[in-house]
């Protein structure tokens, strides 16, 4: 699925209610009409557009009344920064008919009822550990974003120390933030290709930059080699 | 910030144009009505949405040109599976006046230029191993859900053996997902106090359930004492 389309869906507060109601449980229109207190006929219409997203899917139940419920399972990650802006869509592939770690061969028919009450605590168990794991994750994430911001102004400040012109300081910019070909910096900087490859060549020469070539294109980079960090 | 702010804004395939620009470097009005091919007029109706949002500011050049740039930096995640919709917005707090690990008292002035080059480098190289180590945790969190998703699956089933109702089964389903009162029982089941509280009075006797006492409030949760994960 296409990042920007999620963000679309997103971006309307009753899709997001509908979501929120779909993960809790699977639901009937009339049960999200009148939780939402939104009329049927709009449910339907963002029902739909949901449908056709691949989000949720629809069934029927045995009074032959249709039923919502999601179907995938995503984490969707944008970060934001003075330096950075990222949309990030994973989609988390999971097995429907794998059952935490129970081995195929033992259906829960067999499991006699202390069994299952067993393993129903030690699933729980698990689940819990999962997401204090989770959270532990996510700190960790925002530590680093934290000192990639830092740092990132740390560069900034210390490419006027190094760059001899404003396109030095553009290209070098460019380049902290990712590898790049010479038509890609040109693109981004609007800076004809003779200016940025002179630049490119004395920065090369002066031991700043390096390229390496994959699949057949040069990609230019600040080095890394050589230098120690602490 | 609210995260359903975020997400409202983001909902704009303009304003996320935008805020890429930005990221990339200030910008003023007339390049990025420029750059999208939008009219200048619904470029400032989006900028002024964002710098309402606190998302970006204005600064006035030497030409006195308004120009607007990022001033936050955040991450924003939103997860979404067949049993959980979670929305969680992280503000990184990032000193602007602290830049890398530069000693306060070491001005970039004083720095000769071949000390500058060589801490230049060194900035660059801790940036690249943060991406590395940033993508290698969102890799992990993706294992995690993707298990996540997969237990919660066959915790489902095997509360079928642990429930001897239809209640029972709904209330062991929504405390896996999260420890809960009594309140919030009774309002996400819409089910009478009363029945929800003999329900759970038995889950405990027979040791599937606990309480806690936070704030005054009782919170419900599955049993994690006296069982052993592998």
Known sequence: MDPAKLLDILGNENRRKIIQLLANRPCYVSEISGRLGVGPKAIISHLSLLEQAGLIECSVDEQRRKYFNIVNSMRLEVSMSPYAYTVVLHDIAFDREKKGD?????????????????????????????????????????????????????????????????????????????????????????????????????????????????????????????????
Chains 1, 2 share one sequence.
């Open 102 to 230: 129970i081995p195929v061969a033992e259906k829960k028919e067999t499991l006699a009822r202390e069994e299952s009450s067993i393993f129903f605590l030690k699933l729980n168990s698990r689940l819990q550990e999962l997401k204090t794991r989770q959270e532990e994750l996510a700190q960790m994430q925002q530590q680093l974003q934290t000192e990639y911001t830092e740092l990132m102004g740390g560069c900034l400040d210390s490419i006027e120390g190094v760059a001899e012109n404003p396109v030095e300081c553009e290209l070098l910019f460019e380049l902290l933030k990712n590898e790049s070909t010479l038509a890609a910096l040109c693109y981004n900087l609007r800076l004809h290709p003779s200016i940025v490859n002179a630049s490119l060549t004395d920065l090369a020469k002066r031991g700043f930059i390096e390229y390496s070539v994959k699949n057949n294109q040069h990609y230019w980079k600040i080095c890394e080699t050589g230098v120690e960090t602490e």
